[in-house]
């Protein structure tokens, strides 16, 4: 093989190569079922947001905030029960390993969404931004609803 031949050879190589890093760069986490519960009394200042998170991508990712223009301030929250009662605790970080998903539901894993800019009422359409470790941020749309999907 000539010198010709190897250097296309080499050059195809590190487009490929190029091509795929940005590839993977670019698989983002993706949402489904995002609702907000609907709170009993508008004049709530907290409510809480679900929804499942599936990473398809290669790699793990992890979330470490979100915000929104709907709400003053949303962060990320798990109750369990320890001991026999319900605690509740922020979490600073959520990873989300390669391939699997994980899903924010009454009792769990959940957003607290505090103090909404505008009355909030059931079939209204906040969107919420989760922020990911690497600085990409992931637009989820979700439904005020009384319950859940």
Known sequence: MNRRHVSALVSVALLLA???????????PT???????????????????FLRIENACAKAVEITGADSLAFSEVSLHESRQVDGVNKMRELETLPIAAGKSVEFKPGGLHLMLYKPYTPVKEGDKPVITLKLKDGRSVPVTFEVRRAAP
Do not use: D, F, K, Y
């Not at 190029?18 to 983002?28: I, K, N, Q």
């Not at 949402?31 to 947001?49: E, H, N, T, V, Y």
């Open 18 to 28: 190029g091509s795929a890093s940005v590839h993977a760069a670019e698989c983002l």
């Open 31 to 49: 949402a489904r079922q995002a609702w907000i519960r609907l709170p009993p009394s508008p004049a709530m200042p907290m409510m809480a947001g």
